[in-house]
């Protein structure tokens, strides 16, 4: 298990199409202004005018001042035909990483070696941690048995098809995908007779250990009434994970929304990131030790 340069990259390129098509339609609804020329003159009093050259015209003609409709169409139009050069040079460049990568997976290493060293398959069976995939399936087998929860609330479709309820999970997926995390989406646990779903679980690769992720997204609401009775929910069942033994940053792990319940994804895949890493060498924790 480790950082997937591959699924980085394919999931940037994928979103280069998507913002492609989109600004590709914004330019397409302004194609009147393809050839436009402006021509900003600064006028008394700081003002600023703009004149158009307009095809098949040598003479700039008088437009009119910022706010003027040709003027901001004029200037879109620019923009956006920017925009879609740098996404496709953007493109170019992922397209040409993605033909030539190669994966460092065993199985594909041992293809590339010559036959006196190619690797038996159970040691290669040991090189590579199937156990994670054995977590996996048993994760999904045990969550297989359960009703769907509150299907209606499963507004949001996450780059792999799987449904959650917000764009904030959704973009947690995305990060679990890049660095390679097992993940299933609301496995639940049986505490005290109740139903628990967390908004994730995830495996430990490293240590072999389950940890919850759950995302607070109102923890900062605006509304006072509101943002007490999210946290007062959110902080009982912290309480109920204590009980199967989950504890705060430790293997539950916790995500926050501002106060506009803005998700920040690099704050988030820095903090995934550090799940992908290994821990400490023996080495170091003998130096952490001796504080």
């Known amino acids: 298990m480790r950082y997937s340069c591959k699924k980085s990259v394919e999931y940037d390129l994928m979103m280069h199409y998507k913002l492609h098509d989109q600004y590709s339609e914004e330019l397409k609804s302004r194609s009147l202004y393809e050839d436009c020329f402006l021509k900003k003159i600064n006028g008394k009093e700081g003002h600023s005018y703009y004149c158009v050259k307009m095809p098949e015209s040598d003479k700039y003609v008088y437009r009119g001042k910022e706010e003027d409709e040709d003027i901001i169409l004029a200037k879109e139009y620019a923009f956006y035909k920017k925009v879609i050069e740098v996404i496709e040079s953007n493109i170019e460049v992922m397209e040409d990483f993605l033909r030539v990568y190669q994966n460092t997976h065993a199985e594909h290493i041992n293809e590339l070696l010559k036959r006196a060293y190619s690797i038996s398959r159970p040691q290669l069976l040991r090189l590579e941690n199937r156990a994670a995939d054995e977590w996996l399936n048993e994760m999904k087998r045990k969550k297989s048995k359960f009703p769907v929860f509150d299907e209606a609330g499963l507004t949001v479709t996450a780059f792999d ?15 679990f995908y890049i660095y390679d995390i097992p993940v299933v989406f609301e496995y639940p646990y049986k505490i005290d007779g109740e139903i628990y779903r967390p908004d994730f679980s995830t495996l430990d690769v490293f240590q072999m250990e389950t940890k919850i992720w759950e995302h607070l997204g109102n ?21 109920a994970y204590l009980q199967i033994g989950f504890y705060p940053e430790s293997n539950l792990l916790l995500t926050y929304g501002s106060k506009e319940n803005i998700l920040d994804i690099q704050a988030l895949f820095r903090k995934i990131s550090m799940l992908a890493a290994p821990p400490p060498d023996e080495e170091t924790l003998a130096i952490l030790k001796r504080y």
């Open 219 to 239: 923890w900062f609401h605006t509304n006072e009434v509101k943002r007490n009775n999210y946290r007062r929910e959110a902080i009982q069942k912290m309480d």
């Open 161 to 175: 098809g799987t449904k959650v309820r917000s764009r904030a999970e959704a973009l947690h997926l995305v990060g």
